[in-house]
């Protein structure tokens, strides 16, 4: 089943200038809990975008209603321009969307080829191509410089928490996603697993691959994000380019909505940290 979005080459935005994903007024009630009040947000691809704010900012609940778990209660998802409904994963997935979990749901028993291609293997005469999904899959790890993993037979059970992680995302690229989301990724990782993991994040976006990822750790953010979006109490206080912000105001915006303390609600645009403000 094919669906929309495919046979676009290099995943460049179809329409003349329109970010890949943009939310338009988006918000989600959870009963009398408002998860999410209106939020607009455009993520380019090419671009690394950090979703940050406190627990229960509304940060899982977003990116659930672009991977298609939740519908949103008002308001629209544009996609490369058109607005869609995305009602389910699998049509998350048809689009080009994969998000990767903190629980990442990969098989400990299988390995990594396994793996990466489940639900989804290549059948020669109706007998699994164990070669060529053995290659595709050794290729796909090579082409993001995921150099630490000794053999793709290996069980994934046996496999580092970074190194899960990478196969869990190389499972994405090979699908050909356009938008990979990682929520958490770095956070039960060690510093070298963590570096290795962020490395892999900046090479999907060089490869023209919108990212959003959710994180706790600010460094990580400014390490690896082209763009901020902060959440609080379910609203988009601001975003913008990640030169627009420093660590303090990052922290400012996420304990209490604003910045420097001057009331007004931000926008992000025309903001230089450090210039005296
Ligand atoms: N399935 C749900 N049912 C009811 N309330 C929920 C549900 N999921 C999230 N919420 C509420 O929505 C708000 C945002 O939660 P969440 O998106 O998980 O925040 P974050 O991921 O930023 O910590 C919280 O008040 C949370 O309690
Ligand atoms: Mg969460």
């Known amino acids: 089943m094919t669906v929309v979005a495919e046979g676009r080459p290099g995943g460049a935005p179809a329409a003349e200038g329109a ?13 009398a809990v408002q998860a999410l009040v209106h939020v607009d947000l ?23 209603t672009i991977s ?10 544009r996609w490369c321009g058109e607005p869609v409904s995305i009602r389910s994963p699998r049509e998350a997935d048809d689009l080009g969307i994969a998000t990767v979990y903190q629980d990442l749901a990969l098989c400990d028993n299988l390995d990594i080829v396994q793996n990466m291609y ?28 995921v150099t630490t993993v000794q053999s793709v037979r290996q069980p994934v059970g046996s496999l580092s928490g970074g190194q899960r ?7 994405a690229v090979m699908r050909d996603a356009k938008l990979v989301i990682m929520d958490e990724p770095t956070a039960a990782l060690g510093v070298s697993q963590t570096a290795q993991v962020l490395d892999l994040i900046k090479r999907l976006a060089e490869r023209g691959i919108a990212v959003i990822v959710i994180s706790h750790n600010l460094s990580d953010v400014f390490a690896v994000a082209d763009r901020l979006a902060v959440l609080y109490l379910g609203r988009l206080v601001d975003s913008g380019p990640i030169t627009d912000y420093d660590t303090q105001r990052a922290v400012e915006l ?6 420097n303390g001057n009331g007004a609600p931000t926008n992000g645009r025309g903001h230089h940290p450090g210039t005296g403000e």
Do not use: C
């Open 19 to 31: 970010p890949l994903l943009q939310l338009r007024g988006i918000s989600k009630s959870f009963g």
């Open 42 to 64: 455009d993520v380019p691809a090419g671009q690394v975008t950090a979703l940050v704010g406190d627990n229960g900012a509304g940060k899982s609940t977003l990116i659930k």
């Open 68 to 77: 298609g778990i939740w519908a949103p209660t008002s308001g629209e998802i």
């Open 118 to 145: 489940l639900g989804h293997e290549i059948l020669s005469k109706r007998l699994l191509d164990e070669n060529r999904m053995e290659l595709t899959a050794k290729q796909t790890l090579a082409d993001l410089s």
């Open 165 to 171: 992680q990478s196969v869990a995302v190389a499972r």
């Open 254 to 259: 996420i304990t209490t909505g604003a910045a």
